[in-house]
Each structure stands twice: as C-alpha cells, then as structure tokens.
C-alpha cells in the first residue's frame, strides 16, 4: 500500500525558511516522479513543484520559481521541499504526491502538512 | 499558461441523480492529458480520471470522464451519498494546472 507522510509545516514569519519532508512507502521510491500541491485555506490546489525519479530533472510553479527548491533522497526514500524568502500568500496546506510518470498525473497524496506564514 | 474553467461553481442535487461537470481549457490539451479528482472535506484529493477517460484503480464506473482539446467532462451517472464533494480538473500537457474546482452538495 502506498503511503506518503508529510512533515515539517509550521508558523513562521514572512521572509522565512521552512523545510518540509515527504517519507514515502509501499513503492519503488526511485522508479517514480514526485510532486508537491498546495491549498491555501478554502481555496482551491494549486500544482507547487515536481522532481524526476532520479532527480536530475525539476519544475517549478511560477510563483515559486527562485524561492522553493525540491529535492529527494532515493536512499531514504524521501522527498523535500525547501522554503524560502516565505511571503503570506504561502500560507497553505502542503500535500506529498506519486506521479504516475515524469509529466502526468497524481495518483496517491499525502493527508498534506500546514504551512502559515504571519507576523 | 493553460488556463482552466469549471463550471458550475456548485451543483445542487439529490442521490441517484446525474451529476455533469464542465472543464474548459484557455487552449488546447494535447494528448488529452487531463485528470480529474474528487476532494472531501479535511481530506487530501483522490484520482478519479486519467487520460481524461481512464478510470484509477478502485474507481466505481458510475464515474466516467469524456472530452479532447478544449471542453472536458466528468459525469457521475447515479449520485451516491459519498458523491458529494468537491472536484477539479488538471492539465498536465503544458506543466500543470488545475480548475478552481466544482462543489456537489446535497439539495
């Protein structure tokens, strides 16, 4: 069964860092692209970022271009979001996602970790 | 940036009735690289429809999706109970985007 567990969400303040992790199981980790989606509070998902299976290769949503970076560790099976120069429009629930081939769909998500950022 | 367009923003029904959702892209969708996703409250989405008519493991038929280029459907055939929440569409044919989303509540 697969599982994807995100943690690392928190208050911080504008200008801020946050690193969030994603530990994935039940699935060849390595052979699978990952992705992270967000959704600010009653708002819709907005598609954040997404890595390779090997993690040579990387997107980015606009609106987090030169500030987020992704990344994953295939020997830990995990998967990472760095966070900085946070704004409040950042503020968001921050979900974890398998996907089904480098550019497609989402096919299992994380329960998602909650990011605030406010003074 | 591909552009897309739900509607309704809401859908009033009742159980055992047909429910149709629009998703309308600002150009076309090559390779029919949509998914739709059905997403309840304080949960995490869950794939419905790949390819933009490929049902995802476990998925009932009661679910079907339709549509190339620019105009895509979702259609449950007889609404069930846990049918009522909300749904987006997502193109991934041009990086990806999603709808804003089309809420099914009970009427």
């Known amino acids: 069964e697969v599982q994807l567990l995100e943690s690392g969400g928190g208050l911080v303040q504008p200008g801020g860092s946050l690193r969030l992790s994603c530990a994935a199981s039940g699935f060849t980790f390595s052979s699978y692209a990952m992705s992270w989606v967000r959704q600010a509070p009653g708002k819709g998902l907005e598609w954040v970022s997404s890595?390779?299976?090997?993690?040579?290769?990387?997107y980015y949503a606009d609106s987090v271009k030169g500030r987020f970076t992704i990344s994953r560790d295939n020997s830990k099976n995990t998967l990472s979001l760095q966070m900085n120069s946070l704004r409040v429009e950042d503020t968001a629930v921050y979900y974890c996602?398998?996907?089904?081939?480098?550019?497609?769909?989402?096919?299992?998500w994380g329960q998602g970790t909650l990011v605030t950022v406010s003074s | 940036e591909i552009v897309l367009t739900q509607s309704p923003g809401t859908l009033s029904l009742s159980p055992g009735e047909r429910a149709t959702f629009s998703c309308r892209a600002s150009q076309s969708v090559t390779g029919t690289f949509l998914a739709w996703y059905q997403q309840k409250p304080g949960q995490a989405p869950r794939l419905l429809i790949y390819?933009?008519?490929s049902r995802a493991t476990g998925i009932p038929d009661r679910f079907s999706g339709s549509g190339s280029g620019t105009d895509f459907t979702l259609t449950i055939s007889r609404l069930e109970p846990e049918d009522f929440a909300v749904y987006y569409c997502q193109q991934y044919a041009s990086s990806r985007t999603f709808g804003q989303g089309t809420k099914v509540e009970i009427k």
């Open positions: 390819g933009a008519s």
């Open positions: 890595i390779s299976g090997s993690g040579s290769f990387t």
């Open positions: 996602a398998k996907d089904r081939g480098t550019i497609s769909w989402h096919d299992h």
